[in-house]
């Protein structure tokens, strides 16, 4: 139901009240709009609560609202602390289906482009190098592919709440299932694919049209790692059609030398290094040692002399205080995470 009339726009408008069957909301302001949509900070009047609403055009061809769900439910079951809370969901009239979930602040694009040198300071880069990695831990968990990694999909609490240190990945449009739910098997890869991803970060596989893998993932990861210490990535004055040259950049890190050592001009080179000929070792069905990624990187803050409390970037003046955690396995708890008739999950709000 809409307190006012409704706009040409089937999407909300600021200062709009929505109700559904649980609440009202009124939109304050537009965070960000797509092709598939747009996602608005909201007020629910019941208690002061923002929130975000993440709403899809109901003539959309393509939706991404139904794996959106798919994957905060399923990382709801393991208690994950990266994830947005699902709370509120539906359809408004003929306009739009919506997802309402929890606010988070910045993202971690705005983050380092905000900062004077365009780039972390060591310490809260391999910080967030390690939040980041269990997000993708997580993800992986619960059975699904984010195939999108990059620092725009990443953002951190919202400034004034406990959880400022906190990362949450976001947008889980590009996801997809590479489990199969009957026997917790990988799905045979296919011949091939479109590009999926921002070519940026996009791992050779996407280069190539190869379907990604758990890996692919992480290789993204370590192009976004590097670009946030170093400030830039050696292929960034590409345009994203020009993917031949992108491509023939990232290439070169495994072939040339002085590629590899410019790419990591300002990083600890030896873990980093370390860490890129274990990710081209594996194969589309090697379930990633995502332990191993992580202490590689908890030595490189020790070589660094960096000390888990001194403040990150976007919170200077305060001590950090993000929860030490440690990566899982990685293989699919698919039992948890699909079953429906135990537990009532986010999906059924």
Known sequence: ??????????????????????????????????GYGAVFEIIRKSDGEHLAIKCEKMTNRRTVLTMEKKVLSGARQI????????????????????????????NLWDL????????????????????????????HRIGFLHRDIKPGNFAVGRQGQKDLHTIYML????????????????????????????????????????????????????????????????WSQYKTDN????????????????????????????EFIKILKYL?????FCIPDYKFIFDVILHAMKTNKVRYADPVDWDPNNAYTAPFEQPGEGKPDLWSVDRKKEQKTQEEV
């Not at 081209?280 to 589309?284: A, K």
């Open 171 to 234: 947008d889980f449009g590009l996801c997809r299932k590479f489990s199969v739910v009957k026997d917790k098997d990988v799905r045979m890869p296919r011949d091939i694919v479109p590009f999926r991803g921002t070519t940026r970060y996009a791992p050779l596989a996407a280069m190539k049209h190869i379907d990604q893998s758990r890996k692919d993932d992480l290789e993204g990861w370590l192009y976004m790692v590097v670009e946030w210490t170093c400030g830039r990535l050696p």
């Open 112 to 139: 380092r482009i905000s900062t004077e040198e365009l780039r972390f300071n060591i310490g809260t880069s391999l910080k967030a190098a390690t939040q980041c990695l269990i997000c993708i831990e997580q993800i």
């Open 1 to 34: 139901m809409v307190t006012q009339d409704e706009p040409d726009d089937p999407l909300p408008q600021e200062r709009e009240i929505l109700k559904t069957k649980r609440c009202s909301y009124e939109v304050v302001r537009l965070i960000g709009k797509g």
């Open 280 to 284: 081209d070792e594996l194969t589309y």
């Open 79 to 106: 208690n994950s602390l990266h994830f947005c809370t699902i709370q509120d969901r539906g359809t408004l009239q003929d306009r739009f289906k919506f997802v309402i979930m929890q606010l988070v602040g910045r």
């Open 243 to 270: 993917r031949d040259e992108v491509l023939k950049k990232k290439e070169e890190l495994r072939t040339d030398p002085k590629a590899l050592d410019k790419f990591l001009s300002r990083c600890p080179k030896r």
